[in-house]
């Protein structure tokens, strides 16, 4: 009996140490696919695996949100749980600038993304145009944005915080100066006032990644003795390269991706 007991663990173990390692337990988790899929894998990528991913920055360099995927992003737009997850990151934000340390010499600024950060198009990204990020942006995109941007209630509250703290707002785009009406406009509908400077793509600076843009005007900033205390956008663009800030807080943001 003891034998036969000792046969039987010995079996089993030898079994699992084996399937281990003949096959690979993630891959086993991949659903199987026929060929390649949109983002270019061989396998599907599971919706919300796909949004936290994006979120997290694990996901890069994807050109639409997969097709299958769109009812899903519909769902969490436009119910209640991206207004939920865009407050937590406000209400993060608020707490680090409640006690953030001011600096005696340097001025410490607040920069802010513009586009799905602190004015929305959800109508635009509903729209048959873009049906929730499966269809690249259109060229309209800034026509939409002057007739149709809604607030973000909360980076909205977050922003007029921030100014009754006496943080210098600054706000950083990646959108031509060709558009600067479009979305001087588009923020004031919104509700917004009071910012110091609203930055955007000069003639000079095409060609350049978001990355590369954001972090020479960041620089520029830095040399005029600014401090990034915090950044706030819905891209990873916007919250990495040079200066990114002492904090970032990233808006979540599944319906595209800007390089
Ligand atoms: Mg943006």
Not at 187 to 200: H, M, R, T
Not at 211 to 230: C, G, M, P, T
Request: contains cysteine; glycine residues 6%.
């Amino acid at each position: 009996m003891r034998l036969s007991l000792l046969f039987f663990f010995a079996t089993l173990l030898s079994t699992s140490h084996a399937s281990f390692n003949s096959d690979n337990p993630i891959r086993q988790l991949r659903r199987p696919s026929s060929g390649l899929t949109e983002l270019g894998y061989d396998y599907k990528i599971n919706c919300q695996s796909f949004r936290v991913g994006v979120e997290a920055n694990n996901v890069r360099d994807w050109s639409t949100v997969p097709s299958y995927c769109k009812n899903y992003i519909k769902t969490y737009l436009t119910s209640k749980q991206w207004g939920l997850d865009v407050e937590a990151v406000a209400n993060e934000a608020y707490e680090y600038a409640a006690t953030f340390q001011k600096d005696a010499f340097l001025k410490d600024i607040w920069v802010f993304d513009v586009e799905e950060t602190l004015v929305s198009n959800l109508n635009y990204l509903a729209s048959s145009t873009v049906q929730y990020g499966t269809q690249p942006l259109g060229l309209n995109y800034y026509e939409w944005l002057r007739a149709n941007s809604t607030v973000v209630p909360a980076m909205k509250e977050l922003y007029d915080a921030l100014l009754e703290m006496g943080f210098p707002i600054f706000l950083l785009s990646a959108a031509p100066s060709s558009e600067r009406e479009t979305l001087v406009i588009a923020l004031e509908d919104a509700g917004y006032s009071g910012w110091k400077k609203l930055i955007l793509r000069d003639e000079a600076d095409n060609g350049k990644s978001t990355v590369q843009f954001k972090s020479e005007k960041r620089q520029e900033l830095k040399h005029f003795h600014y401090r990034v205390a915090a950044n706030v956008g819905d891209q990873w663009s916007d919250l990495t390269g040079e200066e990114a800030g002492i904090r970032t807080f990233k808006v979540p943001n599944p319906v595209y991706y800007v390089l």
